[in-house]
């Protein structure tokens, strides 16, 4: 579907400053992907000194009898994530569907032949879940997200390295401006490699988790591409330099920066950041841009940052904390004037690899005592 006029005003008023999105608070959405065991319904519990989390028995002849099972606690209403025969993306559209309560369903990105489920024994039926938060205010989702994992354990749930926690951010209904989406791009573009470093060493590896300063298309594109202009008549809309760090940056990687922000709409961004499929069309990015494709996937414009880096997990504090990471880097983004990024971005690209991603997190005024601790368990547990 080709962009309309309206949505070429939209974007030209963009441009030249005429769209806002410095309003209010912004919203966040957490998805948990998990492993649920399950047993027959007359088989023996395979871990019978647990005792303190429940166990789901089913048929293995119907595989939908464990959907039926409410997780106690959580006002979740079951969703059927099949559409036609084809998988559909849990986070459709905020208009489209009502982000009001907690739902789950099956999901596909985890793969349940994994076999390090933190000691359980089994033999156990594996089917892999997700469990989708309403939309949150980004001052009252924590309150949420400590009850959700109260009660997710008591039951017996499991993690493996394919499982993980989603975090999206945005702005309700609201949609981010272009230039919102081009900061974020770049500071994440320049920072990928620090914000990695807070999380699971698994995540880097995963196919729904990938670099994209290794496997995006802009990765790809080589610096006579890039050097080529494509999108010069950028150039006569706003000083893109005003935003791109003077020195620390080689000729490719700003060549590369440039690219961002010679976009004039924020599909060309999102093309840019998509993964490179290479035979393999489940690939994911490290940030999934693909909620801001209006034209291209209608279906899926939540118009949201999706933050896939935290592997699987039910402990509040560490995933709280890492929400307020996802909302403060995209926060800044979003309100930040052109001097302010530059000098934030130029900090960045200064320190070279050796910016952390605990110096990313002081720069953002986030606490850091969690990531230094989960840190350190991984470590120890190598």
């Known amino acids: 579907m080709e962009p309309s006029e309206s949505d070429h005003v939209r974007a030209n008023a963009d441009l030249f400053g005429g769209f806002v999105d410095s309003d209010g608070i912004l919203t966040c959405g957490v998805e948990f992907k998990f492993l649920l ?40 209403r079951l969703v059927d994530d099949y559409v036609d025969g084809v998988w559909s993306t849990t986070y459709t559209t905020y208009r489209g569907v009502a982000h009001d309560s907690w739902r789950i369903g099956p999901d596909r990105q985890i793969d349940e032949t994994k076999t390090d489920y933190n000691g359980s024994k089994g033999p156990y039926h594996w089917t892999p879940y997700e469990l989708v938060s309403p939309v949150m205010s980004s001052c009252h989702y924590a309150r949420q997200i400590d009850s959700v994992c109260r009660v997710l ?34 500071l994440y573009w320049l920072t990928e490699k620090a914000i990695m470093e807070l999380h699971h060493p698994d995540r880097s590896k995963n196919i729904h988790c990938m670099p994209l300063t290794q496997h995006s298309v802009l990765a790809g594109k080589s610096l006579a591409v890039l050097s080529a202009d494509p999108y010069d008549r950028a150039y006569t809309l706003y000083n893109i330099d005003a935003y791109i760090p003077e020195t620390g940056l080689d000729e490719l ?20 950041m998509r993964i490179v499929e290479d035979g393999e069309p489940s690939r994911r990015g490290s940030i999934g841009f693909l909620g801001f494709m209006r034209w291209r996937h209608p279906g899926w414009f ?40 530059k000098d934030f ?34 470590a120890q547990n190598r």
């Open 345 to 378: 971005a130029s900090k960045a690209v200064a320190k070279g690899d050796d910016y952390s991603g605990i110096q990313l997190l002081k720069d953002l005024w986030v606490d850091t005592r969690i990531f230094k601790s989960m840190r350190k368990e991984w």
């Open 302 to 341: 939540t118009h949201t940052f999706e933050w896939r880096q935290m592997s699987g997990s039910i402990d509040p504090k560490q995933i709280n904390q890492w929400i307020r990471v996802c909302i403060a880097f995209t926060d800044f983004c979003r309100l930040s004037d052109a001097t302010n990024f």
């Open 153 to 186: 354990k008591t039951v017996r749930i499991n993690l493996n390295e394919t499982t993980s926690v989603h975090v999206h951010v945005g702005r309700s209904n609201e949609e981010f401006s272009l230039k919102t989406v081009q900061k974020f791009a770049t």
């Open 253 to 272: 990687r700003r060549a590369q920066i440039r690219m961002i922000w010679k976009c004039c709409f924020i599909d060309q961004v999102v093309d840019l």
């Open 37 to 76: 065991p399950s047993v027959d319904c007359e088989a023996e519990d395979p871990d019978p000194d647990v005792t303190d989390q429940i166990l789901y028995r089913s048929d293995r002849n119907d595989p939908e009898s464990v959907d039926q099972q409410h997780l106690d606690g959580i006002p979740s």
